[in-house]
């Protein structure tokens, strides 16, 4: 019921949002009946509607997960968006590796086998894109071989 | 005879070594993604669609290499299905409900292969249902104006939403966040930016293939986070596989009615393969009647579910090439290669690249007797690759994305929102809403807004031309009908329980 409710209000507040920007868009003087607004806006609005029924009328609680898995979660969305971040400045092997053994590890807690897979996955990936695919991608950084 | 000349046209391209070769590839990697539980067919296309471009294959190899892909992950989801009670992706659901009693049976063998068997047939009849039918539907197409264009989207957002979800109205809020999406961006009509908040990454707008890999790879990954990967072992023995002629023998006309069904159910653009295999096994379940032994392992239980899903699957390609309306969430992915390459579908694609349609058709024949082949002699092989753990797949799918995406654009700013919708895939899959209506969204959402506005500048301002012709009326009923209908059918087509163990 209540995540149903929280979700129904953000969809709300994003579409009243949504549709308080759209007013703002520059219209040019080549305008079409309709003009660049108007589509914008009705989804808007029929998402405001949606939203509003959702309010009134929830789907009974899915299983959230306990509170230490979200955590789990967030560890997993600050990886990879470090991951992000350190693929170009960092060439591909080393975050690579350190990524896929924190998510493996995530996954499956075994620090072992989450290394390993780690290490595993950056050099068989890098080989398979390289050279087997013949994409651009730098190994390491280009500071470390000089 | 004009279907034979293209077809001739069609197989002179598909049998050149290198088509072959691709098509053999894509349908070993298809029926592997199928059968990966956690890494469905819409998942796979979508992961492989920014490699191929980087690759730099031109249009018809894409194409065949991506719809074996497709094809080859609707004869792998029922693999894990059959021997882990998982379905690999969400139409071989209904194989589960017999597949798993039999495999447990010690049966697994005659499971597969039955399957397998009933797989080719559906998806065999299915690829002459679309040669046959998508040309027509071509010509019908030139009728169609901005008016009905529109109509026609309205329509398979409303069918989609209905089949997709148990509420309308989360659909429906799915749908408007794939729409509001695809409003970000510079506008085609007046060239301005629109709703970007001055942000220089989105004066392009959002590249679908960011959206899709999000929601679909990278959500995967937090679910499987979340369960630690469980319930991903092998429950039951696989011996010495044989061919169960009798079986099969027993369920040929399952199979050909199954087909039929599905088939049609893949037309409709929006209902895709999930129904075309949950219509199948139903009216099959009915037709056998209460003794049949329906759900304890029947034979025409997993025959039905499999001919009707890769009937499904084919039928979904006739909207998607005919008009440009994808019939299921694979091929909105699929439709998002086309886009990627510059083919823009529709009745034009017909006249104007006869060699990309019809080298299509005739690759999927060819790949169609490829997958049998691989997937009754050499299923044990696939068997060998579910045994990968989780723990090394997963962390694999996710750099996969992650480079595929890279290659694109280059762009740290691309896989940051890449990961931002997988957070949001996750957040919406729990919440029960259904994400191919957000693809659908993206994906549509500019032509969607075009038609109306030719429409708009073709009438002078006059919304009443939205309902002038005959058919474009008829597609606003249906597209009413399609979204209300299953709130009422929703007592008689609820979808039967997993069997649990």
């Known amino acids: 019921m209540a995540s149903d409710r929280i979700f129904g209000l953000v969809v709300l507040m994003v579409a009243l949002a949504y549709i308080a920007s759209a007013t703002q868009i520059q219209t040019s003087f080549l305008a079409d009946p309709v003009g660049p ?28 997960p306990v509170a230490r898995t ?51 996955l950056s050099v068989g990936l890098f080989l398979l894109f390289k050279f087997a695919l013949g994409l651009g991608l730098v190994a390491f950084p280009k500071g470390l071989i000089g | 005879m004009d279907i034979l000349a293209n077809l001739s046209l069609g197989f002179s391209i598909a049998l050149s070594p290198y088509t072959l070769m691709l098509a053999v590839i894509g349908c070993f990697l298809g029926t592997i993604i199928g059968a990966l539980p956690g890494l469905g067919p819409s998942n796979g296309v979508a992961i492989l669609i920014p490699l191929t471009f980087t690759l730099g294959l031109d249009a018809t190899s894409a194409l065949v290499l991506m719809t074996s892909v497709y094809y080859g992950a609707m004869y792998g989801g029922r693999i894990s299905s059959i021997l882990l009670n998982i379905p690999g992706d969400e139409p071989a659901l209904m194989t589960t409900l017999d597949g798993y009693p039999m ?17 080719f047939v559906g998806a065999f009849l299915a690829t002459i249902g679309l040669m046959l039918l998508a040309p027509m539907l071509a010509r019908v197409a030139y009728l169609f104006g901005p008016a009905e264009y529109f109509a026609l989207y309205l329509l398979a957002f409303c069918t989609l939403g209905g089949m997709a979800s148990n509420n309308q109205a989360k659909s429906a ?61 092998i429950g039951v023995k696989l011996d010495k596989v044989t061919i169960p002629w009798k079986d099969i023998m027993e369920t040929k006309w399952t199979m050909l009615r199954a087909s039929l ?10 209902a895709g393969a999930s129904l075309g295999s ?48 994808p019939g299921s969430g694979t091929t909105a992915v699929l439709l998002a290669l086309l886009m990627t390459l510059n083919i823009t579908p529709g009745p034009t694609l017909f006249t104007d690249r006869p060699e990309v349609v019809w080298g299509l058709i005739a690759s999927l024949m060819i790949a169609n007797f490829v997958l049998l082949l691989m997937n009754v002699p050499m299923v044990k092989i696939f068997v060998r690759v579910l045994q990968v753990p989780a723990w090394v797949l997963l962390p694999g799918v996710t750099m996969i994305s992650f480079v595929g995406i890279y290659s ?19 957040v919406l899959r729990k919440l029960d809403i259904p994400t191919v209506p957000v693809i659908l969204g993206i994906l549509l959402g500019g032509h969607m807004e075009d038609a109306l506005r030719r429409a708009m500048v073709l009438s002078d301002g006059d919304a009443t031309f939205l309902f002038s012709s005959p058919i474009s009326i008829g597609l606003w009923i249906a597209a009413i009908l399609g979204f209300v209908a299953p709130m009422f059918l929703r007592g008689i087509l609820r979808k039967p329980q997993r069997v649990t163990d």
């Open chain 2, 173 to 233: 809020i799915a749908s408007c966040l794939g729409l509001g999406i695809a409003m970000i961006g510079v506008d085609n009509n007046s060239g301005l930016p629109r709703l970007t908040g001055g942000n220089l990454h989105l004066m392009d707008g959002i590249d679908f293939l960011v959206a899709i890999v999000g929601l679909f790879a990278i959500a995967e990954v937090f679910f499987f986070i979340e369960n630690h990967g469980k319930g991903s072992a």
């Open chain 1, 37 to 64: 607004k108007a589509f914008p806006m009705l989804v808007g609005a029929l998402a405001a509607i949606s939203a509003l029924v959702l309010i009134v009328r929830p789907d009974p609680d899915p299983d959230w």
């Open chain 1, 70 to 120: 979200f955590g789990s979660l967030l560890v997993a969305i600050i990886v990879l968006v470090a991951y992000a971040l350190a693929l170009r400045p960092l060439g591909f092997i080393l975050p690579t590796a350190i990524a896929a053994a924190i998510l493996s590890y995530q996954i499956s807690p075994r620090p072992g086998p989450a290394a390993l897979s780690g290490i595993g």
């Open chain 2, 278 to 325: 949950f219509l199948a096994y139903m009216s099959e379940k009915s037709i056998a009647g209460k003794d049949s032994g329906f759900g304890t392992g029947a034979a025409k239980g997993i025959a039905a579910p499999e001919a009707g899903n890769n009937a499904a699957a084919g039928g979904a390609l006739v909207p998607m090439l005919t008009l440009g309306v």
């Open chain 2, 261 to 270: 069904v599905g088939f049609v159910a893949g037309i409709l653009p929006g």
């Open chain 2, 408 to 426: 694109l654009s280059g762009s740290y700013f691309d896989l940051i929102l890449m990961v931002g919708f997988g957070a949001l895939g996750y």
């Open chain 2, 103 to 119: 495999a447990k049976q010690g049966r697994a063998g005659d499971a597969l292969v039955l399957s397998g068997v009933a797989s």
